[in-house]
């Protein structure tokens, strides 16, 4: 059974899409998914996906914008309403088409990153438009992941490179600023600090060579452990 998140981005959708005959494929499918109703749900997007490549390029843009912007708006939404299938047969070579029918526009660039994890889709974005803040923000992101992902075994281990890691707390530290939202900036500075302060705590222990890392920092006061106790996605 769907679950009740899922459930509403797939009713939530629906009410956005128009009723139009090239979307009664992917309506139906939604309609069924909602009810739990998953192979015939299937039959109905393989349908709608089988004549998708047959529709005007301007119609395939204007639907995946519309399924996207609704996966950025709410919570699940990019589950149920955007399949595997969708995504990889639909979706990605739609925004490869668009942006290269429109050299200047970050947008398809940054859904490429945001959907399917392409970093030099993202830094195309950024190259587009160095402050277009979604690809800026989504980029911060992806290097304080990077960070987690160096630091979540400590105090016993530091598994990044430490070099690379500093190099990426002082990007970080110059872009902060250009976040114009204050609270997605606010709320990228929280993490920021505390990795920067797990990479730079344990870079200073390096040159002591004192003991371990943890009897060390406990004796100066210092913060030794991560909060990550798993393995984070590292892009």
């Not at 139906?28 to 109703?37: I, P, S, V």
């Not at 438009?129 to 530091?158: C, G, M």
Request: charged content about 25%.
């Amino acid at each position: 059974m769907i679950s009740s998140s899922h459930d509403q981005a797939l009713r939530s959708l629906l009410q956005r899409l128009p009723q139009e005959e090239p979307l009664l494929h992917y309506r139906r499918y939604c309609e069924l998914r909602a009810h739990g109703q998953r192979p015939q749900a299937f039959e109905q997007l393989n349908r709608f996906l089988a004549q998708f490549p047959t529709h005007p390029l301007d119609f395939r843009i204007w639907f995946v914008r519309e399924v996207l912007e609704h996966a950025e708006s709410i919570p699940d939404a990019d589950d149920g309403p955007l399949p595997h299938p969708l995504k990889e047969l639909a979706v990605k070579p739609t925004l490869r088409l668009w942006s290269e029918q429109a050299p200047d526009d970050p947008l398809p660039l940054y859904w490429l990153a945001r959907f399917f994890q392409d970093r030099d889709a993202l830094r195309m974005a950024l190259e587009r438009n160095p402050s277009y803040q979604a690809a800026l923000t989504l980029d911060i992101r992806w290097k304080l992941t990077r960070l987690d992902f160096s630091t979540h075994h400590l105090p016993e281990s530091y598994v990044g490179n430490m070099d690379t890691d500093l190099a990426l707390i002082e990007f970080i530290e110059a872009s902060l600023p250009r976040i114009q939202d204050t609270a997605i900036r606010q709320d990228l500075q929280a993490d920021f600090h505390h990795f920067r302060t797990l990479v730079r705590n344990f870079h200073l222990w390096q040159t002591t060579g004192e003991g371990h890392f943890a009897d060390w920092a406990m004796d100066h006061g210092y913060t030794a452990e991560s909060a990550t106790r798993t393995y984070p996605f590292d892009p």
